[in-house]
């Protein structure tokens, strides 16, 4: 029989609460559970074994109440419509130490072996021995299935049907072993559980009842497991022992080994090598001492077979087998020193429990590092991550603020130590905010982060800590460094207003002359011809950020900026640093906002499942058929990389033919990539379509619903090395509807229909589309809220995908930025970033967008629809209003 318990002390525990029962008689069950109606206490339905002990305890508190922690309690008997709801619980629930049986088997032959029970995980394998003594001759092979500490098992759940929902436990948590902070450092975790508790004597209670059935031996065999006590050198030790006396690069490589556990600290201790490290520096071999432990990371060491050597002692093997430069590259100064292009940069990878070292590694410069190139090793950047690499997220089920608040926001804001240095915040670009990716730096002398942030220009005058940081970040974005400009060759104009919207937000104008001498040092050209002069570059300068297009009329070596494209004053700064230039336009595809938006303006399913049919046939044949290979290369592939050129080299060789390996694992690794975008994000291929950068019509010609579009197209089969060869070009100026709109896309009136003219003055624009300056407002705020900074837009002459409906715009009113009323200091950057990171929904809002899409009768039109493109527009500029 169940009783009902009301008015429990909060603080008090089922177990409480069965002490006081159990002069009552013998309790099958207790449920202890948070009361609705009183937020004070909680309810618990209490069953007893029989009838008679439930009436006892009715018919004694009814005249005495109990106590519980000081508080009286009140027992009821639970009315039939309780009973019934309980009764409904209990039939899926099982007595206490009543194991449910998920798996049986059953034999005719009553002889069994020892058994070993096998846990596995993907290569590794731990076997523990069995205690059942009897023979068993035959091999059985049971999978259960486990979760490891990163996952949250999602074919099992408990659901309470009627009761309260269950509150969110899974609260996860950074290292706990404080400042010593060793957790990350351990591949294995020894668990002590108390053995006093009852549940444990319970535990043995059944195993002796199961010896005296002749189950199991009697008495119950415990086997000891064999541990020594780690000796964990915490980094302060290290820096004494060993990094004091060897130069950073062997040191970061030290750590680069120790964060991936291909050593530990005792072993460099007990092998001595930092002193071996120091002899072979001493003796002027530091690139052999850095190519010994190089080659560490190339050795398979695994924790689950115990006869593998550690990869430490394949350090000496290493040295002798060394060939000098003919081997791997070493990071001396003349490859790791910033150039106009590129940069050699140390990375990290932050985790909850561990930061993972990593190179240097080759990317992309900016201006930060040219400027600073002589300190490039100091240079640091650092990206953070969960546990297995993936994007860090904090969904309705996990709960991660420890981690933002103690983990990342610490670091953040009080650096770390790494190969003896202390690496401090210095700042992130915009690209890097998305990948929660951003820059720190080991100061010395004056190169410290403040000096550096005093450089990039006058920041004093914003207040928003959002556009502070975005501010700064335009310093940090990838570009290649051209040339020093005079004072002389700048020139500032102003920008076309009208009605309170600018329509040259972003966009600027160069001449032709100083274009030539900027992309000669863009392209590592002697020669460029008139004719291959890109139109327009997206370019940095100083505080300046924006597009710069072509004006024939300029004379000289010439800049016009306008004030949108001012962004912060920057005196120090006067190279012209070129983040992209158009040589050939590249091709644009449709994605699922895209046919979403298509779809509901009225074009068919059957246009775009014929243009992914042949996305298909295209992929299917491309390893086989020469023709179908280039087609993908060229529109598949970045024409300006060398890989590219290479790739249809080979392929005019003839080398598909004889299924060239090289060639053939290029091939198929391309093949992969698109068949995979093909499935996941719906890119498909569609003729005559482009994705352009978008520039004003600086003479005013164009109408307000005209745009000019001039395509100039290399048709080479394979791109020329060589700067005298001959360019095959075929251009065309493109005239009729053209459909216009920019990614991302959620409303349906971001699809524009205008027209595209044939205008001879803007001949000179190529690859490229030309705006007009006329009409009530700007054609590309009416695109998701675009601008002319550098968005590059969806342009397409395909007439099977030109709508022939049109919908109302959607009005993009940035919402009010976050204001100071002070000064933004460096630690309110750090608190955004950390901000930027819980609060970064675009992904999200983009999925539910496409999930209503799908099951509302009114698809993108519907309200839910309508509501979550607007919450994406926010959350496209969210990185700039902190709003």
Not at 833 to 850: A, K, P
């Amino acid at each position: 029989m169940e009783v009902f318990v009301k008015h429990i002390p909060n603080d008090a525990t089922e177990q409480q609460l069965k002490e006081l029962l159990l002069k009552y008689g013998r309790i099958t069950r207790c449920k202890l559970s948070k009361w609705k109606k009183n937020r004070n206490g909680c309810i618990a339905w209490v069953t007893f074994e029989s009838q008679e002990c439930a009436e006892k305890l009715l018919a004694s508190t009814s005249f005495n109440n109990l106590s519980l922690l000081g508080r009286k309690l009140e027992i009821l008997r639970l009315n039939r419509r309780e009973q019934k709801n309980q009764q409904k619980k209990r039939n899926n629930e099982s007595l206490d130490w009543t194991f449910m049986s998920e798996w049986k088997y059953s034999s005719q032959y009553p002889t069994y072996s020892e058994p070993r029970f096998i846990v596995s995980k993907a290569e590794k394998s731990f076997f523990i021995d069995g205690f059942v003594s009897k023979e068993f001759n035959e091999e059985k092979r049971v999978k259960i299935k486990f979760q490891t500490l990163a996952e949250k098992k999602a074919d099992s759940q408990m659901l309470d049907l009627f009761g309260d929902p269950l509150p969110d436990k899974w609260v996860r948590i950074q290292d706990w072993t404080g400042s010593m902070n060793v957790f990350g450092q351990c591949l294995v975790y020894r668990l002590t559980f108390n053995t006093f508790n009852d549940e444990i004597q319970k535990i043995k209670k059944i195993l002796a009842d199961l010896a005296d059935d002749g189950i199991t031996d009697n008495p119950v065999p415990c086997y000891p497991i064999r541990y020594t006590e780690s000796d964990l050198y915490s980094s302060e030790q290290l820096e004494e022992t060993v990094f004091k006396k060897l130069p950073f690069v062997i040191n970061y490589k030290l750590e680069c080994l120790l964060s991936h556990n291909v050593l530990s600290p005792r072993e460099i201790i007990d092998y001595s090598l930092g002193d071996r490290l120091k002899k072979l520096v001493d003796c002027g071999d530091e690139k052999l001492a850095w190519h010994g432990l190089n080659n560490l990371l190339n050795r398979h060491w695994d924790p689950a077979e115990p006869l593998n050597e550690r990869p430490i002692m394949a350090f000496e093997t290493a040295i002798k087998n060394f060939k000098g430069d003919f081997y791997e590259w070493y990071p001396n100064p003349n490859i790791t020193q910033s150039n106009e292009r590129h940069s050699c940069v140390n990375h990290a990878t932050v985790t909850p429990t561990k930061i993972y070292f990593e190179g240097p590694i080759f990317e992309t410069s900016n201006s930060i590092l040219r400027r600073y190139a002589e300190y490039t090793d100091r240079f640091l950047r650092v990206t953070f991550t969960e546990e297995n690499f993936e994007k860090l997220f904090s969904g309705t089920d996990v709960n991660l603020k420890d981690i933002y608040d103690f983990r990342i926001r610490k670091i953040l804001k009080e650096g770390f130590r790494v190969a003896g240095r202390h690496y401090d915040f210095l700042a992130f670009s915009s690209a890097g905010l998305r990948e929660q990716s951003c820059w720190f730096v080991a100061s010395t002398n004056d190169f410290i982060p403040d000096n550096i942030r005093a450089w990039m220009g006058d920041l004093s005058e914003i207040k928003i800590p959002a556009l502070y940081a975005a501010r700064m970040g335009q310093a940090f974005s990838s570009t290649v460094g051209t040339i020093e400009l005079e004072e002389d060759q700048v020139r500032y104009i102003l920008d076309v207003e009208r009605n309170g919207h600018v329509f040259s937000d972003g966009c600027g104008t160069i001449s032709p002359a100083l274009a030539k001498r900027a992309i000669k040092v863009y392209w590592r050209a002697r020669t460029v011809k008139e004719s291959e002069i890109p139109s327009v570059y997206q370019i940095r300068f100083g505080g300046c950020k924006g597009v710069v297009s072509v004006d024939p009329t300029l004379e000289d070596e010439v800049l016009c900026i306008r004030p949108s494209q001012l962004k912060f004053s920057a005196p120090r700064s006067k190279n012209l640093a070129v983040a992209k230039a158009v040589r050939n336009p590249a091709p644009a595809y449709l994605n699922r906002q895209i046919i979403l938006l298509l779809s509901n303006l009225g074009i068919g399913d059957d246009i775009f499942v014929e243009l992914q049919k042949r996305h298909q046939d295209l992929i299917k044949t491309m390893l086989r058929d020469p023709a179908k290979a280039k087609e993908v290369v060229r529109n598949y592939t970045n024409d300006s990389t060398h890989i590219s050129r290479t790739m249809l080299g080979m392929i005019d060789a003839g080398l598909i033919e004889v299924n060239e390996p090289f060639l053939k694992g290029l091939l198929e690794a391309k093949r992969c990539f698109t068949l995979k975008d093909l499935r996941y994000k719906a890119r498909i291929s569609v003729p005559d379509t482009f994705l352009l950068f978008g520039v004003m019509d600086e003479m005013g010609i164009l109408e307000a619903d005209e745009v000019f579009v001039h395509t100039s197209i290399i048709i080479n089969n394979d791109q020329p090395l060589e700067d005298d060869q001959e360019i095959k070009r075929k251009n065309q100026v493109r005239t009729g509807n053209v459909l216009v709109t920019r990614n991302p896309c959620l409303h349906p009136g971001d699809i524009s229909v205008l027209r595209a003219v044939d205008i001879p003055q803007l001949y000179h624009l190529k690859n490229c589309i030309v705006f007009s300056q006329k009409g009530q407002i700007p054609v590309v705020n009416t695109m998701s809220g675009g601008d002319l900074d550098g968005d590059e837009f969806f342009v397409s002459f395909y007439k099977p995908i030109m709508p022939s409906r049109k919908h109302e715009p959607m009005r993009y009113d940035r919402p009010p930025r976050v204001e100071l009323p002070r000064p933004v200091n460096i630690e309110d950057v750090c608190d955004f970033f950390v901000d930027f990171m819980i609060n970064d929904r675009l992904g999200s809002i983009c999925n539910l967008h496409m999930a209503f899409a799908d099951s509302h009768v009114n698809g993108v039109q519907s309200e839910e629809c309508l509501l979550l493109a607007n919450l994406a527009s926010k959350a496209v500029d969210f990185n700039k209003t902190g709003e």
